[in-house]
C-alpha cells in the first residue's frame, strides 16, 4: 500500500492526520503486524473525522478533553493529556488562532497560566464527541457490530486492569533501563490520540 505509514498517524501542519486514511485500494494484509494494523485503523479513523472537522483529533482529543471553562495551568497539562510541552504548546497555539482556548494569568495568584476553553471551544468539543459517536455507528453500520465491539472489546482488555495494578499496555511501555527515558518522570496517563510531531518521532513529541 504505496503511501500508507507503517506507523502512527504523523500530524503535520494544524496537527492534522497525514495520510491517505482508508480510501486505499484493498490489499492482502496479512503479513502485517498487529502494530501496523491497529495504526491503519486509527489514520482511517482519523481521516474520516478529519474531514468533518475544523478541529484536528489530536487537538480534541487531548487538549480540548483537558479542558473547561474554569481552566487548568499550563505546566499541569502535559500531565493531564499524557503529551509533551512541546506538543501542548503547539495545540494550543492551533487552538489559541481558532479562537477555542485562551491563556489567562492564574487567578491563584502563581505566575504560571492557565487554559481554558472559550466558548466556541466547548461547542466545538460537544461537536466533537457527537462525530466520534456518528463515525463510530458509521463503521457498526460499514463493517459489522459484532466486529467493531469485538476490537473494542479486545483494546480494552490491554489498556485496562484490576485496580492498582498496571495494564498490560503500560507493561509494554517500560523504558529500557540504560536509556534516556528511564531517566524522565514517568506519564500518569497516555494520550487519547498519539501526538507524532513531524518534528520527531515519539508519541509524545518529543
Excluded: N
Aim: with cysteine.
Amino acid at each position: 500500500m504505496a503511501g500508507c505509514p507503517t506507523a502512527c498517524p504523523i500530524l503535520g501542519y494544524g496537527l492534522r492526520t497525514e495520510g491517505p486514511g482508508h480510501r486505499l485500494p484493498p490489499e492482502d494484509v496479512s503479513g502485517l503486524g498487529l502494530p501496523v494494523l491497529l495504526s491503519r485503523v486509527l489514520l482511517a479513523f482519523a481521516a474520516e473525522f478529519e474531514r468533518e472537522s475544523d478541529v484536528a483529533l489530536a487537538i480534541s482529543a487531548d487538549l480540548l478533553r483537558v479542558l473547561d471553562e474554569p481552566g487548568a495551568r499550563v505546566r499541569d497539562l502535559p500531565l493531564l493529556a499524557g503529551v509533551s510541552k512541546e506538543a501542548i504548546s503547539m495545540a494550543m497555539g492551533v487552538a489559541g488562532k481558532q479562537g477555542l482556548a485562551v491563556l489567562e494569568p492564574d487567578p491563584a495568584g502563581s505566575r504560571g497560566k492557565v487554559a481554558r476553553l472559550t466558548r466556541a471551544g466547548q461547542s466545538t468539543q460537544d461537536g466533537c464527541r457527537q462525530l466520534l459517536a456518528a463515525i463510530e455507528d458509521g463503521w457498526q453500520d460499514r463493517f459489522g457490530s459484532a466486529g467493531v465491539r469485538g476490537l473494542r472489546r479486545a483494546l480494552g482488555r490491554l489498556a485496562t486492569a484490576p485496580r492498582g495494578q498496571p495494564s498490560p499496555l503500560w507493561l509494554g511501555l517500560e523504558p529500557y533501563p540504560g536509556g534516556w527515558r528511564a531517566s524522565v518522570r514517568r506519564p500518569r496517563t497516555l494520550p487519547h490520540f498519539p501526538m507524532v510531531l513531524h518534528r520527531g518521532g515519539f508519541p509524545d513529541g518529543s
